[in-house]
């Protein structure tokens, strides 16, 4: 009952800051790998080169999907804002659900540009099935496909190294995030831009994808504070002697 209460809860307060957002945009404190990310996608359409999003292995029907959903809201915005370039987005992914809803979610960033006839489902690409195969097919779309630009951004492992290395070796930007400890050791330590923690899932707001996902971040600052409050509520209560 609790739990109910909880999802009830916060659905209500999303919806009811989304509609607040959509009159009055959110202040977002500085990031500066997603300011970064948005000056190179626009360079990225200026100079005629590509835009390389990588969205993991992700399984969109297991707890790795998060990472994967908040990949796809930062590729709808990016599709819609490169749709127009001579050289379009490519997007890999390691598993077969995730390759396919990118494909959709980037045919839907040329529909909200207006540029659907400039649409071609082979940008979304299934790399791999297995950690490594994963990397194997994906470290030749940074050699060889122009790109400019690497957004790492998903479920990965140890293979992140990997990709991190072919862009330090093409000499490309990389922006980097994991829901993974191991890959994100390596992509701190490794990459230009890494976002650390729940930054990953910032990624929408970060890069204009709409009201509902800056009301989430303020979401999630409240129930973060709802939680501090019953923790510290919690402890002064059984300091006082108060029994549950």
């Known amino acids: 009952m609790f739990a109910l209460i909880l999802v009830l809860f916060t659905a209500v307060l999303l919806l009811i800051i989304t509609y607040l957002r959509r009159k009055s945009p959110a202040i977002l404190r500085r990031i ?18 590509r835009l390389h999003i990588s969205l993991g292995r992700g399984n969109l029907f297991t707890s790795r999907g998060a990472s994967a959903l908040a990949g796809l809201a930062m ?16 997007v890999t992914s390691g598993d077969a659900s995730l390759s396919i809803l990118s494909q959709d979610t980037l045919q839907a960033g040329y529909r909200a540009a207006g540029a659907e006839d400039q649409y071609r489902v082979s940008t979304g690409r299934l790399a791999g099935l297995t950690p490594f195969s994963y990397a194997a097919g994906t470290i030749p779309v940074t050699r ?9 951004i998903g479920d990965f492992g140890s293979e992140s190294a990997l990709l991190v290395e072919a862009a330090d070796r093409e000499d490309t930007h990389l ?26 899932f910032a990624a929408g707001a970060y890069v204009g994808a709409g009201a509902s996902h800056e009301a989430s971040l303020q979401v999630q600052d409240i129930l973060r504070w709802l939680i501090i409050v019953a923790i510290v509520g919690g402890a002064f209560l059984k300091f006082v002697g108060f029994n549950f």
Do not use: C, F, H, K
């Open 32 to 49: 500066e790998a997603y300011e970064r990310l948005n000056r190179v996608v626009g360079l990225a359409v200026e100079n005629g080169t």
């Open 75 to 90: 590729l709808r915005r990016l599709a819609e804002r490169t749709s127009m370039s001579d050289r379009p987005p490519i």
């Open 144 to 152: 060889d496909e122009m790109v400019s630009a690497n957004v790492v």
């Open 175 to 200: 922006v980097a995030a994991s829901d993974n400890l191991s890959a994100q050791s390596i992509l701190y330590a490794s990459a230009q831009d890494p976002l650390i923690g729940e930054e990953l």
